[in-house]
């Protein structure tokens, strides 16, 4: 009898992991670029991402076949980490003289979605949501997950993510309004640092050779 996907990353299948990697790392990737709004933090978070996934495939339970609110939760988490590095970067930034900046096209990256000036102040205005409510609504509305998917990859009940994407869509309408009018913080340009990391996300094939 032949084994399921989740069978087969679940017992360390290369080519199944490699699939996934195919079908997933895209839409990863957009998500990644619209919660960090930089593309270069995607790259690693995807890369991480499924780095992360192979090292926790043994504990991949039964279940359905469809994998991706497992492999999107470990994204939340990363993400998580990444925005807690990101902010002490950003610190330690703010510390240097200033360098040659180059505009950020990661609205462009995201299939236009908004302009840069309506990506910057949606993004502004997540981060004065909760954390849970913020991660509901990127998970649902940016990454597409349906209310049960979002609810396995956070670990919490689907009536729970209705509540919080209800609260986050509300509270979000005032908030960009807010953000849209009030403009870029001062000194906070939307833009990536030349000389920065350019290197594209490998497949997980060449990582595990």
């Known amino acids: 009898m ?22 997933e790392a895209g839409d990863l990737y957009r998500y990644a670029v619209r919660v960090s709004g930089d593309w270069a933090v995607a790259e690693d978070v995807v890369q991480l991402t499924f780095l992360e996934a192979w090292r926790l495939r043994g504990k991949l339970r039964e279940g359905e076949e469809d994998l991706r609110p497992w492999l999107f939760g470990i994204a939340a988490n990363v993400l998580r980490n990444t925005t807690r590095a990101g902010r002490r970067h950003r610190a330690a930034m703010a510390r240097l003289p200033a360098r040659e900046v180059v505009p950020d096209f990661a609205d462009e990256l995201v299939g236009r979605l908004d302009d840069s000036a309506q990506l910057a102040a949606a993004r502004r205005a997540l981060t004065r949501l909760r954390k849970a409510e913020r991660e509901v609504f990127t998970l649902c509305v940016w990454a597409g997950l349906d209310y049960a998917s979002a609810a396995e ?12 994407l209800s609260r986050a869509r509300t509270r979000l ?34 990582t595990n050779r």
């Not at 032949?2 to 079908?23: I, K, N, T």
């Open 2 to 23: 032949e084994l399921s996907r989740r069978a087969r990353v679940r017992a360390g299948d290369q080519r199944a992991f490699g699939d996934l990697f195919d079908e």
């Open 153 to 164: 990859a956070l670990g919490v009940p689907i009536g729970t993510v209705r509540s919080r």
């Open 173 to 206: 309408r005032g908030l960009a309004a807010e953000e849209l009018r009030r403009g870029p913080e001062p000194g906070g340009g939307g833009g990536q640092v030349r000389g920065g990391r350019t290197e594209a996300v490998r497949s997980i094939r060449e």
